[in-house]
């Protein structure tokens, strides 16, 4: 009898988590594109893990179709033929269903908001800087920042017996020792360091010490992604008040400092904000950071913006504008269905840039002249 096909397998959902310190306990998800899943869990059950949304596994392993509400960033990238996150869990996992999970094989970890940046794409749940510039009735703050215990309640009652991978992000992550912990801490529960992969996503705006490099020695492998949008003038206003003099710094320095295992590549969001500026990053890693020190190729992984600089809301001035660029278009087009794009002029994005600007004493038409005009 031939082998069932499960044409709409996740294996996030069987065997990652996505962790977020939520001020006062922890909140897990399949992913971070599932946030309407998000449950706060008592790390002092001993099954919680296992417990974890019974219906949205049971329905998966049945081989129903996704649920949009859940899952409608990855079913969104399907339609139009990009490469969604359940499609590269596949690729890393198989097509063959999880059976009898007790635990995760990768663990997204963010383990506070705490950062040095308020990046226009972002927002105040996710850095701690942006609530200086958010509207005032939002929810911003969190209570108490995670510390090297509430870590450890979080993995006590995990089997981590067969972890693979964890993604450490923030924030920024290396703005606190917490990355550092979470290594420490499932190394002390007997995980072996020399079969896991760390991923990072860092601003660039901070080098680590010895005893992380120390740690990071005894890893499999180690991905240090530097969050780019663009470069120069474009970069700091993108990702303000970030430098793009010191983030080129530093990156050079991890290139000359760090061992044969760690991995370094560019982490690009691509949006409103930069759609029509893609060959400035390419040319610059292809100028000044082709290569690290041991001869990896520095690789740019794309991903599209989500909420209001998302490209659904392109302008149809914008999208002309856009289209005018042939050379531009032919790489946004390798990373993004264009054909698929239409004109929406919704008031609310560049009401967003203005208000923005102001607070934070910066002006669009320092690198992107034509946007007003694009939008009013």
């Known amino acids: 009898m031939p082998e069932k096909t499960h044409r709409n397998l996740c294996h996030h959902i069987h065997s990652s988590l996505t962790v977020d310190w939520s001020g006062d ?28 949304w019974p219906t949205l596994r049971q329905d998966n392993l049945a081989d129903r179709p996704l649920d949009v509400s859940t899952c409608g960033a990855c079913i969104k990238d399907e339609i139009v033929g990009k490469r969604s996150p359940r499609i590269g869990s596949l690729d890393k996992w198989g097509v063959s269903p999880p059976m009898g999970a007790t635990g995760p094989r990768e663990l997204e970890v963010q383990i506070h908001n705490t950062c040095n940046n308020a990046c226009m794409i972002c927002g105040p749940v996710s850095s701690s800087l942006w609530k ?23 993995i006590s009652n995990l089997d981590l017996g067969q972890l693979k991978q964890i993604k450490l992000l923030g924030g920024e992550p290396l703005l606190t020792d917490g990355h550092h912990h979470m290594v420490e801490l499932v190394r002390d529960k007997g995980v072996d360091l020399s079969g896991l992969t760390l991923w990072y996503n860092t601003n660039g705006s901070r080098r680590v010490d010895k005893q992380t490099l120390d740690l990071w020695d005894r890893c499999r492998q180690v991905f240090v992604y530097f969050s ?43 949006g409103l ?19 690290n020190a041991h001869g990896y190729h520095t690789e740019i992984n794309t991903h599209m913006a989500h909420g209001l600089f998302s490209l659904d809301n392109i302008s149809g001035r914008h999208l002309e504008f856009l289209l005018a660029d042939q050379q531009n278009l032919e790489l946004l087009g390798r990373i993004y269905p264009v054909d698929t794009l239409r004109g929406n002029d919704d008031g609310r994005v560049l009401e967003m840039v203005r208000r923005q600007d102001q607070l934070r004493g910066v002006d669009i038409c320092d690198y992107f002249p034509e946007f007003p005009s694009l939008y009013d």
């Not at 200086?132 to 979080?154: F, H, I, M, V, W």
């Not at 663009?230 to 430098?243: I, L």
């Not at 904000?273 to 040319?283: K, P, T, V, Y």
Request: aromatic residues 12%; glycine residues 6%; hydrophobic residues 30%.
């Open 228 to 270: 780019l949008d663009d470069t120069g003038d474009a970069f700091n206003y993108q990702r303000f008040p970030g430098d793009w003099q010191t983030v080129t710094e530093n990156m050079r320095w991890f290139r000359d400092n760090t061992g044969h295992n760690v991995i370094l590549r560019l982490e690009r969001t691509v």
């Open 132 to 154: 200086r510039y958010a509207d005032r009735q939002a929810g911003t703050t969190r209570s108490r920042l995670c510390t090297r215990d509430d870590l450890r309640d979080l």
């Open 25 to 52: 306990g922890w909140r897990v998800q399949p992913c971070c594109f599932t946030p309407d899943v998000a449950t706060k869990i008592d790390t002092s059950d001993r099954d919680w893990y296992s417990k974890l």
């Open 273 to 291: 904000l930069n759609a029509h500026r893609l060959w400035g990053l390419e040319d610059w890693r292809r100028r000044e950071f082709a290569e």
